[in-house]
């Protein structure tokens, strides 16, 4: 046979074996990766972070950071997924609104440290109790009820924080006598105060102040 014709045939038998390669005469084997655990391997991790935050109601500005971690389990690439949301509060930001008018519960001290409340319902003082402890004979409880005592600016105001609307509440029996006194201050949440009793039994006449907050 010629020599052409001979690398012919050649290259013919090779060809014709080829596609018996390709069909999986000639097989290699697939290496299994091993199991690698979270401190074999630094997991790569990706962080993803919203261009802008978003409005929410009652002025709270959120953004969100997706963080995506890639962990190799058992021969297998896992992503976990972490929503990070940080949220800043504009609610509160500024001082709180004054409270309108002067209604509810107003509870303090005296000077001593004796307990003090009154309400006020509307634009009035409707009860009254003072706790007073002067001296072993001179203690007891200021306590008074069904009241209507208008709380108003003084005419001529005095001066500070005397200039704020107040109450006043006094009895008398022509003898001895009780007075009480109240001013508001300018944001509404404290008061504040004196009392006098005038030959109130065995106190004589005495005096203190008193302090209260709103409830």
């Known amino acids: 046979m010629p020599p052409r014709a001979r690398a012919a045939s050649t290259a013919g038998a090779a060809r014709a074996a080829l596609p018996k390669l390709q069909r999986g005469s000639l097989r290699v084997p697939k290496r299994r990766p091993a199991v690698q655990s979270l401190a074999d391997r630094r997991s790569p991790t990706y962080e993803i972070s919203s261009a802008a935050g978003q409005w929410a109601p009652c002025g709270v500005l959120t953004s969100v950071t997706t963080r995506v971690t890639v962990l190799r389990l058992a021969g297998r690439w896992v992503l976990c997924l972490v929503l990070l949301i940080s949220a800043q509060t504009a609610c509160?930001?500024?001082?709180?609104?004054?409270?309108?008018?002067?209604?509810?519960?107003?509870?303090?001290t005296t000077a001593q440290g004796t307990p003090v409340r009154f309400i006020v319902s509307g634009n009035a003082v409707t009860s009254i109790s003072i706790t007073y402890n002067f001296a072993p004979a001179c203690a007891g409880t200021l306590s008074y009820t069904s009241l209507a005592a208008e709380?108003?600016?003084?005419?001529?105001?005095?001066?500070?924080?005397?200039?704020?609307?107040?109450?006043?509440?006094s009895t008398t029996d022509g003898t001895q006598g009780m007075l009480i006194a109240g001013h508001f201050s300018p944001d509404?949440?404290?008061?504040?105060g004196q009392f006098t009793l005038v030959h109130y039994g065995a106190c004589?006449?005495?005096a203190s102040s008193w302090t209260a907050d709103r409830r």
């Not at 509160?92 to 303090?108: M, N, Q, V």
């Not at 001529?156 to 006043?168: A, E, K, T, V």
């Open 151 to 169: 709380i108003h600016p003084l005419d001529p105001p005095g001066p500070p924080p005397f200039d704020q609307p107040g109450f006043g509440y």
């Open 204 to 206: 004589e006449t005495v």
């Open 92 to 108: 509160h930001s500024g001082p709180d609104p004054t409270p309108i008018g002067y209604a509810g519960e107003w509870i303090g």
């Open 188 to 192: 509404r949440r404290s008061a504040s």
